[in-house]
């Protein structure tokens, strides 16, 4: 098991990082996120029945979180939720259980560094692909409308016109940015520029906000408020002025190219890059409908797993959003919890190392205020390793 744990680790992270959603590996039904997963359990398992020892409060934390859980499904199979809907709510979510395999294997500073260096691979592998693929889509080595067709039926990728596109794993961009920033790496100021122009390139309102935000809290804890002030300002700006900037870039390019005459994509020059408007309508929309259906024992309890709204059946953009409306207030105090878990983790913790893995899941945490991250095995790994990564560093 010495060697089979920490390979079974390694692996796993990648798929994380790389999968996205984890459908590209997927055949039918059944995909290579969710193979790994079981054998993980089982993993755990052995080491269990072997008598090994974890902390407690890992064990703590994951029997509160399927209470926490249990309580969404029942009030979800007592509303009438169809069972396929209650599904694609609880299983993104019974990835939590994933936290006592992490704390299995990561039992020393040399795996917390093997964790670091991979999520820094992970964001160079992802932002050397989508730049080259931009190239070779742009210098026509690759038609558009093939690498179109191919990618898009997994549901993994959206296009802003036929000029870039965005993959839902792009999110360990930028919590590779923030782990290069934050690390003492060889070329680490090339590396950063590498991330940041994959990062613009992918034209991401969301990315921009949560980074300006992580960046503005980076000073709190040393009560340099006076520095956070500009990355506030700059966050604002993102919300405020975000979709005229994407807008007007739209229309130079439509008019320094014939990107604007797709006949593919028949869109308004202000749309080349994406109708980022229709997103804000759609998540505003979101939120009139939850509030509509919102009473005093919902907002307690919530609604329960698999009962949506009518925009949304499944899930919705803002994962606090849906949060609230399938579990109620006791869902969000949760995530609070965790949260808070996390910073005194971080106060205790020491070397450069921690800051990454701190303000990386806070990133998390600000980029699911526009998009399901925290409720998802891509941004809740994350926010798990750092958990037990934090502990290992208080320990040493």
């Not at 999968?19 to 039918?28: A, E, F, N, P, V």
């Not at 080491?47 to 499904?73: D, M, P, Q």
Request: hydrophobic residues 50%; proline residues 3%.
């Amino acid at each position: 098991m010495k060697k089979i744990t920490p390979t079974l680790f390694i692996v796993i992270l990648f798929e994380l990082m790389l999968g996205g959603g984890g459908r590209l590996t997927s055949y039918g039904s059944v995909s290579l996120r969710m193979i790994l997963f079981g054998i993980a359990i089982l993993v755990t398992c052995i080491h269990v029945l072997r008598g090994e020892k974890i902390s407690k409060e890992y064990w703590l934390i994951t029997i509160l979180f399927a209470i926490v859980l249990a309580i969404g499904f029942l009030r979800g199979i007592a509303a009438g939720a169809s069972r396929t809907f209650w599904w694609e709510d609880v299983k993104p979510l019974s990835y939590f259980f994933m936290l006592p395999f992490f704390g299995f294997t990561i039992q020393n500073i040399s795996i917390v560094d093997a964790t670091a260096r991979s999520i820094r691979q992970a964001g160079i592998i992802l932002s050397v692909l989508f730049i080259s693929a931009l190239v070779l889509i742009h210098v026509e080595i690759i038609p558009f409308s093939v690498f179109y067709k191919t990618v898009i039926g997994t549901g993994e990728f959206f296009f802003r016109g036929e000029l870039t596109f965005f993959y839902k794993g792009f999110i360990y961009l930028c919590i590779a940015f923030l782990f290069v920033h934050f690390s003492n790496v060889q070329h680490k100021h090339l590396v950063m520029a590498l991330l940041a122009m994959a990062i613009l390139l992918s034209v991401t309102r969301g990315f921009l906000f949560a980074l300006t935000l992580t960046y503005a809290f980076y000073y709190f804890p040393n009560k340099a408020y006076f520095k956070s002030v500009p990355f506030i300002v700059l966050a604002l700006v993102i919300v405020v002025f975000g979709q005229t900037a994407i807008s007007r870039s739209s229309q130079v390019i439509a008019r320094l190219t014939d990107a604007g005459r797709s006949a593919m994509y028949q869109r308004t020059d202000s749309n080349l890059l994406g109708d980022k408007s229709y997103a804000d309508r759609g998540r505003l929309q979101q939120i009139k409908e939850v509030v509509s259906q919102t009473t005093l024992s919902t907002s307690l309890l919530g609604h329960g797993f698999g009962m949506g709204i009518p925009s949304r059946p499944i899930h919705m953009e803002i994962s606090y959003l849906e949060i609230f409306h399938k579990q109620g207030v006791i869902g969000l105090a949760f995530w609070a919890y965790l949260l808070w878990l996390l910073y005194q983790k971080y106060k205790n913790a020491q070397g450069n190392l921690r800051d990454p893995f701190f303000f990386g899941s806070l990133f998390v945490y600000f980029q699911s205020l526009t998009n399901q991250y925290i409720n998802n095995p891509i941004g809740l790994s994350l926010v798990l390793l750092s958990i037990v990564c934090l502990d290992q560093l208080k320990k040493e």
